[in-house]
């Protein structure tokens, strides 16, 4: 007797034709429903575990990226294992001479956020950082005027400094206002202190100029209107102590 199946499309189908196609079927959800397991179990997979936890920019890389050929053991979990410049980018020419590794500055959200730790240095300021054009001169070592924390605010000793003010105080820096009393080849020590440029204590003994030079009533006090009229200079009559007649 011949076996016939009735489909629901109402079609009729021998039986010995339907048996392969049953298995065929069969075999597929079989192999299936792991593989799609096994995907599951992977996605919620936690990379912590291993001892290196993926986060920042390596959220973005494809896992064959650090496993190759699918080989996980052996991966290297420090940075220059892989930041070699072969397996991934590493130390360009222009970065600093360091021993120090990648993490000590550097974090897996990107190279630019750099987080320097300076108490690991043992090499000069000057072995990195080159002083920019219209520093003031000097030989002293960076870090006897700047921090670690950021270069100004500097604190600076004027303990030392033997070759006068206007060697640093000159184009570069600060110098002498277009307001400020001639200057007959005196120095800034004279009349100024360390400590602020405010403040001077003015000494005419180093003036080679008329008093009215200055006591112009600009520059300082000069003649007031009930002065008696002359056209003789304030030394003829007062003295650098005060405007009181002789």
Known sequence: MTNFTFTLSGEWFHTGKVQPILLLVCLILITWVPINAHAAKNRNFDHFSTGFPLSGQHLKVDCES???KGVFKGTPKFCAGCHNGRSAMGKSNKHITTSEACDDCHTTFGWERVV???TAVKAPCASCH???RGHVPTTKPCDDCHMTIAWVP???SHDGITSGCRVCHAQELPSVPVDHPPICGS???VCHTPLKWQGAIFDHSTICYPCSTCHNGVTAEGKDAQHIPTTEECGVCHTTLGW???
């Open 187 to 189: 120095d800034c020590g």
């Open 116 to 118: 320097m730790d300076h």
């Open 130 to 132: 080159v002083q920019p």
């Open 244 to 246: 009181k007649v002789l």
């Open 154 to 156: 500097a604190r600076f």
């Open 66 to 68: 650090c496993h190759v």
